[in-house]
């Protein structure tokens, strides 16, 4: 079932701190704690935990492997958690790295960075 956006929707993208972990969280109040000890923070996830985790083992002390996670926000953590909007987060997030990667480097560019890494370069 394809589902319609509301009137008058419109994407925003923030850009800014996401805590991640192991589990889920559906708890309100335990939102509200981390806000409050991290003003920053905009946003908590599971799913980038494992990414965030492998980064952070890569690294070494002469090169930090960093972790950036494009991510599309579909609930607020809390009780109302459900499944209803995370194929269009999935795709606004997908859409949004390609346009990113592609008016970073040109196709050309991309090649040959991606080609040097392969040939540790």
Not at 12 to 29: F, N, Q, T
Not at 57 to 79: E, L
Not at 89 to 105: D, I, M
């Amino acid at each position: 079932m394809v589902q319609q956006l509301p009137a008058g929707f419109s994407m925003r993208i923030h850009y800014g701190s996401m805590a991640c972990g192991p589990l889920v969280v559906k708890d309100g109040e335990y939102v509200r704690q981390l806000r409050s000890r991290e003003h920053s923070l905009l946003a908590l996830d599971m799913e980038s935990y494992g990414v965030a985790l492998s980064a952070s083992m890569c690294s070494t002390p002469g090169r930090t492997v960093h972790a950036v996670i494009v991510k599309g926000v579909v609930d607020y953590a809390d009780g109302s958690k459900n499944d209803d909007w995370h194929d269009y987060a999935a795709y606004a997030s997908a859409a949004f790295a390609r346009h990113v990667l592609e008016a970073t480097y040109d196709r050309p560019v991309a090649f040959r960075k991606i080609t040097a890494m392969r040939d540790g370069g």
